[in-house]
């Protein structure tokens, strides 16, 4: 069996590549003290969004694995206005990261989140989801925005 690379390797290999080229690479100093301390609100909503999200996968004991089918169609708490808050959450923790460095060059990795988030898993989530749950998902997806 063929390993597939799950999306929180994504988010830390991109959360580490935007330090890194803060610190390699720093192009232009966007934010600066101390208003740089807003990242680390960006990074605490990201982590309490992604804990919440988690347990509600465990507690409907569905996966997270964006490859597999999903047993439960998750659609209260955050997922009332996201349909992937787990996303959402890494995102908002990169971007936050981003924020709090303050440079042009580590801003670029949460943008690259969003495009393998849209283009590697996005699609092949809602797939599944389609497919498992037929019209209760696409009431779901009309009623709920992807992201915010």
């Given at each position: 069996m063929k390993a597939k690379i799950m999306p929180p390797t994504y988010f830390m290999a991109l959360l580490l590549l935007s330090v890194a080229f803060h610190f390699i690479f720093p192009i232009f100093k966007l934010v600066s003290s101390p208003y740089n301390y807003i990242?680390?609100?960006f990074i605490a909503f990201g982590i309490v969004l992604n804990l919440?999200?988690?347990?509600?996968?465990?507690k409907k004991q569905t996966?997270?694995?964006?490859?597999?089918?999903?047993?439960?169609l998750i659609d209260y708490g955050p997922f009332k206005i996201s349909?992937?808050?787990?996303?959402?959450?890494m995102l908002s923790i990169i971007f936050g990261a981003a924020f709090f460095l303050g440079s042009i060059s580590s801003l670029v990795f949460s943008i690259l989140f969003v495009i393998i988030a849209e283009s590697l898993f996005i699609p092949m989530e809602e797939k599944n989801l389609e497919k498992r749950f037929g019209k209760?998902?696409?009431?779901?997806?009309?009623r709920?925005?992807?992201?915010i």
């Open positions: 990242g680390i609100l919440w999200a988690d347990s509600l996968f465990k996966t997270v694995k964006p490859h597999e089918m999903p047993n439960s349909r992937h808050p787990m996303y959402l959450g209760r998902y696409a009431g779901y997806k009309r709920v925005r992807r992201w």
